[in-house]
Structures are given as C-alpha cells and as structure tokens.
C-alpha cells in the first residue's frame, strides 16, 4: 500500500475528531483561537507560495486579525471596512503596474480569500447549532475524499488537466457521492431541512469545494510550488487541506441567512 496514502489516512483519522469535537464541546473564545491560528498559518503558507518578504506577512497578518475580531461585531464592520479602504488606496498609486501585478495583486487575493473563507465559520459558530458546521465539515471533507479514492481507484478521464492534471471525472463524480452519502445521512440524524433542499445543498457545496480544490491547483501551477506547505502528512499545508472549505463557507453561511431571514444578521447589529 502507498506510504503516502496511509500518512493522509492516518491523518484524516486523528485530526476530522478533533474538529468535531472542537465544534461541539469547544466554547466560542477556544473556536475563535483555534480559527485565528489555522487563519494565520494559512496566511503564512500564502506569502510563502509567492515569496513575499517579512513585510508583507506582518502587514497581512495584522489586518486580518483586526479583520477577524472587528467582523465579531457586525456593528463595527462598516466601519472597520471604510477604513480598510482608505488604508489600501493610496497604494495603488505608490505600485508600478509590473509590481501590482506581481505582489499587490497576490497580496490582495490572498487576503480576501482567507477572510471571506473564514469569516463565514465564525459567524456560523457564534450564531447558529454547531451541528450545522460538523455537516458542513463533514460534506466538504467528504467530497475531497470521495474524489480521492475514486480518482485512484478509477480515473482514467482527465479533469481540467492545464490547472491539475491528476484530477479525473471520475473522481469529481466520486466525490460528489460521497458528499450525498454523508450529507442525506447527517440531515436524516439531525434533521435539519427536507430532503430535497439537503440535495440541493450538498450537491452546490461539493461542486464548491471541487472549485476551491481548482482555485488552489492553479494558484500552485502559477508559482510552480506542489504544495503550499507541509504541516499535514500526506495532505501538505493546511491551505492545501481546507482550499474547499474556504471557498464553500461563504455559500454555506448565504444559504443559511436566506433560510432564517438574516437571523444572525439582525442579532449582531
């Protein structure tokens, strides 16, 4: 058997427990520690993809964290964003167009990519049943890991082989159903919505997390690195490892605000 795939096994097998029991026994200030640390390691393992200097990694961690705390209080985002803005644009005019292309630009992905992709589980965490985050982790995880074993076991057809030429069709369809399994599963136990809305819902998450899967694939065909770090056996980084849950969270987070009419909305402000 593959050393690798028993590394990523083993892996999946000691930290997806932890999670879950991180998200249902865990208090909301050692869920926000945690999401701060895994948002700066991502942060780091960001830079060091395109090679940024020190400068860079200080400037972006420090806005994110503010970023972070300040999103706590829905009142104060506005504000907080406004002066965001007025903090970055003069720095569009101090860049040549060469070097706005090369770090600003990155600079300035990375950092949303990262807010937008964490912000959503925090504000899930804070104002919602936790057993909705262990179904979102549960589907995004099991769509990686669907695609996995049916891309070893079957693949043959390549899938957007120019951003990841390992990528096959028939894992994506594998882990499409491995994503349906847990998710009608989950909502069977917990019941949280019709069946018919669960497979809506699981279906739009898993096409997401394949996206986020892609998005990072081509981000590491662009700086020719194949992995953005090395912290998790046989997964690489950690952005590596949550590429789809940060671009599936923000969906997930409008979807839940569309059913209950911008509950968490109306109680943070």
Not at 94 to 120: D, H, Q
Not at 152 to 161: A, C, D, E, I, Q
Not at 198 to 225: H, M, P, Q, Y
């Amino acid at each position: 058997m593959n050393f690798n795939f028993l590394k990523r096994v083993l892996s999946a097998l000691i930290l997806f427990p932890l999670l879950i029991l991180l998200i249902l026994k865990g208090d909301f200030s050692l869920l926000l520690a945690v999401a701060w640390f895994c948002l700066m390691l991502c942060w780091y393992e960001w830079i060091r993809l395109f090679e940024f200097k020190n400068f860079f990694l200080i400037w972006g961690a420090l806005i994110l964290s503010l970023s972070l705390f300040f999103s706590l209080n829905l009142s104060s985002i506005m504000v907080f964003h406004a002066f965001l803005f007025l903090a970055f644009f003069p720095f569009l005019f101090l860049f040549e167009k060469e070097s706005y292309k090369n770090i600003f630009f990155p600079f300035l992905v990375g950092l949303f990519y990262l807010y937008l992709g964490f912000m959503p589980i925090v504000w899930i965490a804070k104002g919602y049943p936790r057993e909705l985050l262990v179904y979102f982790f549960s589907v995004v995880f099991a769509t990686d890991t669907g695609a996995y074993l049916a891309g070893k076991l079957f693949g043959k057809r390549p899938f957007f082989v120019k951003i990841s030429p390992k990528k096959t069709w028939e894992g994506f369809f594998g882990g499409l159903l491995m994503a349906l399994l847990v998710g009608i599963m989950l909502n069977r136990f917990w019941g949280f919505w019709s069946l018919k809305l669960a497979l809506i819902l699981t279906l739009a998450l898993s096409f997401w997390e394949t996206c986020g899967d892609l998005f990072e694939s081509a981000v590491k065909r662009v700086v020719e690195k194949k992995d953005s770090g090395a912290i998790i056996p046989g997964h690489g980084g950690l952005l590596d490892r949550i590429d789809g849950v940060l671009f599936a969270s923000p969906l997930y987070f409008i979807f839940l605000e569309g059913l209950n009419y911008g509950a968490y909305l109306r109680v943070g402000l």
